[in-house]
């Protein structure tokens, strides 16, 4: 395996345009995968301005906080948090990881608190991370007596036309399932005067766009916006002009790829099997919990069911899977229940699972972010992680 470092300065993740990799890059230009991880230190330091004390936020609320365990603000809701108690629509340069997810709610249920009549929709690309709103949702509402109403693909579309007959603030969902329902009049979007756009680049790499602009303007012309995306394209500035107002716009993307994430790539000979070199692999104690990306779901089916006879406690998620298989496999890797998972890119999306000692590329991903993303899936906080990719050897 060849070591070389990633070279050159370059310039922040939300400026450049998305990358593809093409055929000669797949080949060549492997040295990209491939650097020595830097002691988990932060590439900027950021000084906190607020405590959570300091917030205009009912008290309530910072209850809920400290009871979730959170000490003082991070850099996204340090800066967020005030502008958006204040009404200002915002557009964040966040990826995850980054605490976005209370940077808006906490604002959005203070004004619920204050006025039962405000409405929230809250829109995420996959069902996983909707999921995982929801749960933070359930922290922060705790005991509040607000109510959010879960509207996702690939589940009861029956207990969700319950939920939403009955009283309720929040809708957390996907743009598909939410279009769904508001076509059927079940869901009254005119009378949400606030929206929130989460991971808003991954809502149109998967082909969202038209489903947002659809929602969007369906919605009262006079309303609250906060938008948050790792990157920021033309097509999302574009979104921004249009459907926003004036808004003040915030970056904390800091580096583009996790300083502790070590990058190597394994080649793989002509006569050698891939399948066999990723059996060999994981039979190695430091391969602890390994999260392997595969290009399309029938792969990651070949492959889950490979690892699977070869006696390795392994689930696969993919689109294709039942909701309640999808969230059952996250659960099991979440708690250790089984040391692998196999996932394509749209699955994973947004996952924030601890721990995971490495992550394999045995397929190449698409583009360039979708690479980022993935690998930066390990070295979450301040651990350490490896990230490998399967290069054919010419
Ligand atoms: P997010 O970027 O919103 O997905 O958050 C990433 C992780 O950071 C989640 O596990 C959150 O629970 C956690 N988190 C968010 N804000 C804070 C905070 N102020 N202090 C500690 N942990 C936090």
Redesign the pocket.
């Known amino acids: 395996m060849g070591r070389r470092s990633f070279g050159g300065r370059r310039r922040p993740l939300h400026f450049r345009e998305k990358k593809k990799f093409s055929p000669k890059e797949k080949g060549f230009d492997v040295c990209k995968l491939v650097n020595n991880a830097a002691p988990a230190i932060k590439t900027k330091e950021y000084n906190t301005l607020n405590s959570?004390d300091d917030f205009a936020l009912d008290s309530r609320l910072k209850r809920n906080?400290a009871a979730?365990?959170?000490?003082?603000?991070?850099p996204?809701?340090d800066q967020a948090i005030p502008h958006a108690l204040r009404g200002n629509d915002i557009v964040g340069a966040?990826?995850?990881?980054?605490?976005?997810?209370?940077?808006f709610l906490l604002p959005m249920l203070h004004k619920v608190l204050n006025d039962r009549s405000q409405r929230v929709l809250i829109l995420a690309p996959t069902r996983e991370l909707a999921l995982?709103?929801e749960e933070?949702f359930n922290a922060f509402a705790n005991d509040l007596g607000i109510r959010s109403v879960l509207c996702i693909g690939g589940t009861n579309m029956l207990a969700q036309i319950r939920k939403l007959k009955k009283h309720h603030n929040f809708i957390i969902g996907t743009p598909g399932r939410i279009k769904d329902l508001f076509q059927r009049r079940l869901l009254h979007l005119e009378s949400f005067r606030n929206v929130i756009l989460d991971e808003v680049d991954r809502m149109l790499d998967m082909g969202f766009i038209h489903d947002i602009k659809y929602l969007l303007a369906q919605l009262p012309e006079k309303r609250h916006s906060l938008f948050f995306s790792a990157t920021i394209s033309r097509e999302i500035e574009e979104l921004i002009r249009t459907f926003l107002q004036d808004p003040l716009k915030i970056s904390v993307v800091e580096r583009e790829t996790a300083p502790n994430v070590q990058q190597d790539v394994i080649r793989i000979r002509p006569d050698q099997n891939r399948v066999d070199v990723i059996k060999d692999l994981l039979q190695k104690d430091e391969f602890r919990k390994v999260l392997v990306f595969g290009r399309t779901k029938r792969g990651v089916d070949r492959l889950y069911k490979a690892l699977f006879q070869k006696g390795f406690k392994v689930d696969s998620i993919h689109g294709d899977k039942t909701q309640s298989r999808r969230q059952r496999a996250l659960r099991d890797f979440r708690e250790n229940k089984i040391r692998i998972l196999v996932a394509t890119d749209v699955a994973a999306r947004?996952l924030?699972i601890?721990d995971v000692s490495h992550v394999i590329n045995f397929d190449m991903p698409n583009t360039h972010d979708d690479y980022i993303h993935r690998i930066g899936r390990t070295g979450r906080g301040d651990k350490m992680g490896i990230a490998l990719t399967f290069v054919d050897e010419k």
């Open positions: 959570f906080v979730k365990g959170y000490k003082k603000p991070t996204i809701q966040a990826n995850t990881g980054t605490g976005k997810t209370a940077a995982q709103i933070e947004g924030d601890d």
